[in-house]
């Protein structure tokens, strides 16, 4: 307005844009990323406020882009776009992830797979079973969950499985699920459970590479583990 000063959110936000612009998203610690992001859903405003409460809810920019739009709605000062806009960047991440791994040998981009499978189900908050289907190069043909749980147990069917990787004409899968206790050790059931697929699986001519236990920091593999 004529005769008054601007705000001073007003030039932080371009000082945050610039920062960002020379020196790439490293340039801003998680918090100042968070308000970055939230200056697009908020038009006016210091957002700063709402983005350290962010931080302090859910502890990391990962648990903040993979928090559940309920959750987000409970911190103060978001109002009703940001947290759409906060599942934007998890969406948009989850794909860019995914088009790593898809038509592309699995088994010698593993790192990428479970870069995917992390962000897809590890801060999940019930189990899910995740099978990934194979071509004989060993190439990403899709992914699907299976099925869903509770916090400590998801229903797995092995029969379900090996029909499955029929009607996609795979050869191989790799099975994936997570563990919300954050613990990636294999469990008697899992161990169980993963010798029963791989069953059934060799029965119509399918490959278990690998069943893989994910958590948001980490990650287990029963093959590595001398499980399977």
Same mark, same amino acid.
């Given at each position: 307005?004529?005769?008054?000063?601007?705000?001073?959110?007003?030039?932080? !936000?371009?000082?945050? #844009?610039?920062? $960002? +612009? @020379?020196?790439?998203?490293?340039? /801003?610690? =998680?918090?100042?990323?968070?308000?970055?992001?939230?200056?697009?859903?908020?038009?006016?405003?210091?957002?700063?406020?709402?983005?350290?409460?962010?931080?302090?809810?859910?502890?990391?920019?990962?648990?903040?882009?993979?928090?559940?739009?309920?959750?987000?709605?409970?911190?103060?000062?978001?109002?009703?776009?940001?947290?759409?806009?906060?599942?934007?960047?998890?969406?948009?991440?989850?794909?860019?992830?995914?088009?790593?791994?898809?038509?592309?040998?699995?088994?010698?981009?593993?790192?990428?797979?479970?870069?995917?499978?992390?962000?897809?189900?590890?801060?999940?908050? !019930?189990?899910?079973? #995740?099978?990934? $289907? +194979? @071509?004989?190069?060993?190439?990403? /043909?899709? =992914?699907?969950?299976?099925?869903?749980?509770?916090?400590?147990?998801?229903?797995?069917?092995?029969?379900?499985?090996?029909?499955?990787?029929?009607?996609?004409?795979?050869?191989?899968?790799?099975?994936?699920?997570?563990?919300?206790?954050?613990?990636?050790?294999?469990?008697?059931?899992?161990?169980?459970?993963?010798?029963?697929?791989?069953?059934?699986?060799?029965?119509?001519?399918?490959?278990?590479?690998?069943?893989?236990?994910?958590?948001?920091?980490?990650?287990?593999?029963?093959?590595?583990?001398?499980?399977?």
């Amino acid at each position: 307005m004529t005769g008054e000063s601007k705000p001073g959110y007003v030039d932080h !936000r371009k000082r945050l #844009r610039q920062r $960002f +612009l @020379d020196g790439g998203p490293d340039a /801003l610690p =998680d918090y100042e990323l968070l308000e970055l992001l939230l200056t697009m859903a908020i038009p006016r405003g210091d957002v700063k406020p709402a983005a350290k409460a962010l931080m302090k809810r859910f502890g990391t920019f990962d648990g903040v882009v993979n928090a559940s739009v309920d959750d987000l709605r409970t911190v103060k000062g978001l109002g009703e776009v940001s947290p759409v806009a906060i599942k934007v960047v998890r969406a948009a991440a989850d794909r860019l992830l995914r088009s790593e791994v898809t038509g592309k040998p699995v088994l010698s981009s593993f790192e990428s797979v479970i870069d995917y499978c992390r962000l897809s189900m590890g801060f999940e908050e !019930r189990e899910q079973f #995740r099978v990934l $289907f +194979l @071509d004989r190069k060993n190439n990403l /043909l899709t =992914d699907e969950v299976q099925q869903k749980g509770t916090v400590d147990h998801a229903p797995v069917y092995p029969r379900e499985v090996a029909r499955r990787s029929i009607e996609l004409n795979a050869t191989a899968v790799i099975l994936v699920h997570n563990h919300p206790s954050g613990d990636p050790t294999p469990s008697r059931a899992d161990i169980a459970m993963t010798k029963e697929i791989v069953a059934a699986a060799k029965a119509v001519g399918v490959t278990v590479h690998d069943h893989i236990v994910i958590v948001r920091d980490s990650h287990a593999s029963l093959r590595a583990l001398g499980l399977m």
